[in-house]
């Protein structure tokens, strides 16, 4: 009876493709060859195929590396050109695991001896599969053989009672090994899926706390590569000790490139760090003495790398182990994390946290001026003309009471929910990034004039002070808004030769109209109470004059005081009946909109301000009766009279309110059902 010959599965895990080429080589056509390049793809394979050699890279080959990949029983060939790797690599491996080193051949006579024994191990991994597959298909006409024989082995196994107990301790302590292991793997796997499932910075910095506890360090610090023009190029720390950064305190954790320090080193070289006594070290720098909540015993920092250059660092603190003669962290510590980095360097790149603020997903500055160059020199080499340009600074009032009342937390939810009304309120060809802290720059091409950019950016000032934000209500004005400085780049300045350095320039004429717009000018310490408050939430624009005269000249714009509603509920477009009932008598007329929160009417004559009101609100067959106070009061024509009002309500119980979030579901849920 003839039998299909099981071929030999080999995967060799070696990130340089020529070395995978020159191995596939040594190997004939009874061996099924896969290969990979790193240790993420080869877990793959293994899920897929029973292998029955690896052959892996040094330092690749480590047991933290490759535990959920190589079974006790499948042999390892580990090759590397340095003997000391080598050793390092075959000392992570515990004593029963089959592993075999071998240096990189250099010689032929090197070569021989390595096919030799390559071929020693192909041959015995034959003879094992061939028995295998003898036994599987002989087994039902051996099985009385086979009984016999497995008595056999019992009885002898009885006179060496000892040796088959130290060999049961041996296998549990490896059963152990392979457990621990195993949960090891598990939050690893956790940790990626983390990484790779976010979608912004913060559920990125999320897996922060995960990846302290699998290194066992006390705290842990993520740095991203940022510059600037007054520090060139510097890390920014993004957690410091575990703790989310905010813009206010990122300054005092800023670590120079040129510093003499252990990030800054990393950042510069590209090389990791792993040191048990950095008190002794010249990079042990003032900062880690005044900065660190813990005195620092041991550090290890490795670069985050992003095409072969450095975009990040991570820095562990302390390790912390059960052992006593523990002094710092191990080799298979840095290479778990050096694994992570690699991870986090493709999440930041799928983030493209290189051009993009971490915080609000807005443009950074450099990008930012970069993208309106590119801009301008397509438009002049086609020969568009778009008319003038505008650059605007925004500035978020009182934001520091902000902070101060609610946390650095709060502040950063509020930036994130500002950058997405900010980005709601430009046109589709208008620019917009996060220039610092608290501030905003636009950039407004194809102008008509300074007036027509006054006007685009007082809708954006409008929409930031209709929109509601929590805890707006604590702010010295009792809402939350921002206050902007314009300059226009004329239409004849725009050229192709126009520079990075030209832009700055403007940003700073943008800038000192902001200042004016804030009221900057007023002592704070003679501001006596709300009334002497600057009034901020304002445009003004920078504009020059004739030479004659002063170099510029700011001018205000838009200080008219509008009474809006401040909607916390999402109003549905829906024309309902609402009766109205006040001092003059009944009123009947229709909703224009309508939520939670209250509705927008129009009626023909006009309602008692801050009166409360009594509604009835027709809500298909049910009447919804509830109070209500008017928010404001617009007339929108004189003949016939015709008035807007917004309507603010309040329920005289829950249940009403019940009723009215019943009916706006349903008729939502239609809307779905019928789009």
Same mark, same amino acid.
């Given at each position: 009876?003839?039998?299909?010959?099981?071929?030999?599965?080999?995967?060799?895990?070696?990130?340089?493709?020529?070395?995978?080429?020159?191995?596939?080589?040594?190997?004939?056509?009874?061996?099924?060859?896969?290969?990979?390049?790193?240790?993420?793809?080869?877990?793959?394979?293994?899920?897929?195929?029973?292998?029955?050699?690896?052959?892996?890279?040094?330092?690749?080959?480590?047991?933290?590396?490759?535990?959920?990949?190589?079974?006790?029983?499948?042999?390892?060939?580990?090759?590397?050109?340095?003997?000391?790797?080598?050793?390092?690599?075959?000392?992570?491996?515990?004593?029963?695991?089959?592993?075999?080193?071998?240096?990189?051949?250099?010689?032929?006579?090197?070569?021989?001896?390595?096919?030799?024994?390559?071929?020693?191990?192909?041959?015995?991994?034959?003879?094992?599969?061939?028995?295998?597959?003898?036994?599987?298909?002989?087994?039902?006409?051996?099985?009385?053989?086979?009984?016999?024989?497995?008595?056999?082995?019992?009885?002898?196994?009885?006179?060496?009672?000892?040796?088959?107990?130290?060999?049961?301790?041996?296998?549990?302590?490896?059963?152990?090994?392979?457990?621990?292991?195993?949960?090891?793997?598990?939050?690893?796997?956790?940790?990626?899926?983390?990484?790779?499932?976010?979608?912004?910075?913060?559920?990125?910095?999320?897996?922060?706390?995960?990846?302290?506890?699998?290194?066992?360090?006390?705290?842990?610090?993520?740095?991203?590569?940022?510059?600037?023009?007054?520090?060139?190029?510097?890390?920014?720390?993004?957690?410091?000790?575990?703790?989310?950064?905010?813009?206010?305190?990122?300054?005092?954790?800023?670590?120079?490139?040129?510093?003499?320090?252990?990030?800054?080193?990393?950042?510069?070289?590209?090389?990791?760090?792993?040191?048990?006594?950095?008190?002794?070290?010249?990079?042990?720098?003032?900062?880690?003495?005044?900065?660190?909540?813990?005195?620092?015993?041991?550090?290890?920092?490795?670069?985050?790398?992003?095409?072969?250059?450095?975009?990040?660092?991570?820095?562990?603190?302390?390790?912390?182990?059960?052992?006593?003669?523990?002094?710092?962290?191990?080799?298979?510590?840095?290479?778990?994390?050096?694994?992570?980095?690699?991870?986090?360097?493709?999440?930041?790149?799928?983030?493209?946290?290189?051009?993009?603020?971490?915080?609000?997903?807005?443009?950074?500055?450099?990008?930012?001026?970069?993208?309106?160059?590119?801009?301008?020199?397509?438009?002049?080499?086609?020969?568009?003309?778009?008319?003038?340009?505008?650059?605007?600074?925004?500035?978020?009032?009182?934001?520091?009471?902000?902070?101060?009342?609610?946390?650095?937390?709060?502040?950063?939810?509020?930036?994130?929910?500002?950058?997405?009304?900010?980005?709601?309120?430009?046109?589709?060809?208008?620019?917009?990034?996060?220039?610092?802290?608290?501030?905003?720059?636009?950039?407004?091409?194809?102008?008509?004039?300074?007036?027509?950019?006054?006007? %685009?950016?007082?809708?954006?000032? !409008?929409? *930031?002070?209709?929109?509601?934000?929590?805890?707006? @209500? =604590?702010? /010295?004005? &009792? #809402?939350?808004?921002?206050?902007?400085?314009?300059?226009?780049?004329?239409?004849?300045?725009?050229?192709?030769?126009?520079?990075?350095?030209?832009?700055?320039?403007?940003?700073?004429?943008?800038?000192?109209? %902001?200042?004016?717009?804030?009221? !900057?000018? *007023?002592?704070?310490?003679?501001?006596?109470?709300? @009334? =002497?408050? /600057?009034? &901020? #939430?304002?445009?003004?624009?920078?504009?020059?004059?004739?030479?004659?005269?002063?170099?510029?000249?700011?001018?205000?714009?838009?200080?008219?005081?509008?009474?809006?509603?401040?909607?916390?509920?999402?109003?549905?477009?829906?024309?309902?009946?609402?009766?109205?009932?006040?001092?003059?008598?009944?009123?009947?007329?229709?909703?224009?909109?309508?939520?939670?929160?209250?509705?927008?009417?129009?009626?023909?004559?006009?309602?008692?301000?801050?009166?409360?009101?009594?509604?009835?609100?027709?809500?298909?067959?049910?009447?919804?009766?509830?109070?209500?106070?008017?928010?404001?009061?617009?007339?929108?024509?004189?003949?016939?009279?015709?008035?807007?009002?917004?309507?603010?309500?309040?329920?005289?119980?829950?249940?009403?309110?019940?009723?009215?979030?019943?009916?706006?579901?349903?008729?939502?849920?239609?809307?779905?059902?019928?789009?």
């Amino acid at each position: 009876m003839s039998r299909e010959v099981q071929k030999i599965k080999v995967l060799i895990l070696h990130h340089r493709r020529c070395v995978r080429e020159t191995l596939r080589q040594l190997f004939n056509n009874e061996v099924e060859i896969f290969e990979s390049s790193w240790v993420g793809r080869a877990l793959q394979i293994c899920r897929q195929v029973n292998l029955n050699l690896i052959i892996a890279e040094a330092a690749q080959g480590d047991f933290s590396s490759l535990a959920g990949i190589v079974s006790p029983q499948t042999p390892l060939f580990l090759i590397a050109s340095n003997e000391k790797e080598l050793r390092q690599a075959l000392q992570s491996w515990p004593e029963n695991q089959p592993v075999e080193i071998q240096l990189w051949p250099s010689t032929q006579e090197d070569w021989t001896i390595f096919r030799r024994r390559l071929r020693f191990a192909l041959n015995n991994l034959q003879l094992i599969t061939s028995s295998r597959s003898s036994i599987t298909i002989t087994s039902k006409i051996q099985a009385d053989q086979l009984n016999k024989f497995a008595r056999e082995i019992f009885e002898i196994k009885t006179f060496f009672k000892q040796k088959v107990l130290k060999e049961l301790e041996t296998r549990l302590s490896w059963e152990l090994r392979y457990f621990l292991a195993e949960k090891e793997k598990q939050k690893i796997e956790k940790i990626l899926k983390k990484i790779y499932a976010a979608d912004d910075v913060s559920s990125l910095i999320d897996c922060v706390h995960d990846i302290k506890e699998i290194i066992k360090a006390s705290s842990l610090t993520f740095y991203i590569l940022d510059e600037s023009e007054t520090l060139g190029k510097y890390l920014k720390p993004l957690v410091f000790e575990d703790a989310f950064l905010s813009h206010p305190d990122f300054a005092p954790y800023n670590v120079l490139l040129s510093a003499d320090d252990f990030a800054a080193f990393v950042a510069r070289t590209g090389q990791e760090i792993n040191i048990s006594s950095p008190e002794i070290d010249s990079r042990f720098s003032i900062r880690y003495q005044e900065q660190l909540r813990n005195p620092l015993k041991n550090l290890l920092a490795v670069p985050i790398m992003h095409d072969r250059e450095v975009i990040g660092v991570i820095e562990a603190y302390n390790k912390h182990s059960k052992e006593r003669t523990a002094s710092g962290f191990t080799p298979d510590d840095q290479r778990l994390l050096r694994t992570i980095s690699e991870h986090i360097s493709m999440a930041m790149t799928k983030l493209n946290l290189i051009q993009y603020d971490p915080l609000t997903g807005l443009l950074r500055p450099e990008p930012f001026f970069e993208k309106i160059l590119q801009k301008i020199h397509n438009q002049c080499k086609r020969r568009i003309d778009v008319g003038h340009c505008a650059v605007v600074m925004g500035d978020v009032d009182w934001f520091k009471n902000y902070n101060d009342l609610h946390g650095h937390e709060a502040g950063n939810r509020l930036l994130r929910e500002l950058a997405a009304v900010l980005k709601a309120s430009i046109r589709e060809g208008d620019l917009l990034c996060r220039y610092g802290g608290e501030e905003f720059l636009f950039f407004l091409s194809g102008v008509k004039s300074l007036e027509e950019a006054l006007q %685009l950016t007082d809708r954006i000032r !409008k929409n *930031v002070e209709k929109h509601y934000f929590p805890y707006q @209500e =604590d702010q /010295p004005r &009792k #809402n939350l808004t921002m206050s902007f400085g314009v300059t226009l780049l004329r239409q004849e300045k725009i050229s192709p030769s126009l520079t990075k350095q030209d832009l700055k320039k403007l940003v700073s004429e943008a800038d000192m109209a %902001l200042a004016e717009a804030k009221g !900057k000018r *007023v002592i704070p310490g003679e501001i006596q109470g709300k @009334e =002497d408050l /600057p009034q &901020k #939430n304002r445009i003004c624009a920078f504009w020059p004059e004739d030479e004659q005269r002063q170099k510029w000249a700011l001018i205000n714009f838009q200080e008219k005081k509008e009474v809006t509603e401040k909607r916390r509920h999402v109003r549905h477009f829906i024309s309902t009946p609402i009766l109205i009932i006040d001092e003059s008598g009944i009123k009947v007329t229709k909703t224009i909109n309508i939520g939670l929160g209250g509705a927008k009417i129009c009626l023909s004559s006009d309602l008692p301000a801050d009166k409360p009101l009594n509604l009835t609100i027709i809500l298909e067959d049910r009447a919804c009766q509830l109070n209500g106070r008017v928010v404001y009061l617009e007339k929108t024509t004189d003949f016939p009279p015709l008035f807007q009002a917004g309507i603010e309500f309040s329920f005289p119980s829950p249940s009403i309110q019940k009723i009215l979030e019943d009916y706006l579901l349903t008729v939502v849920n239609k809307s779905s059902v019928v789009n």
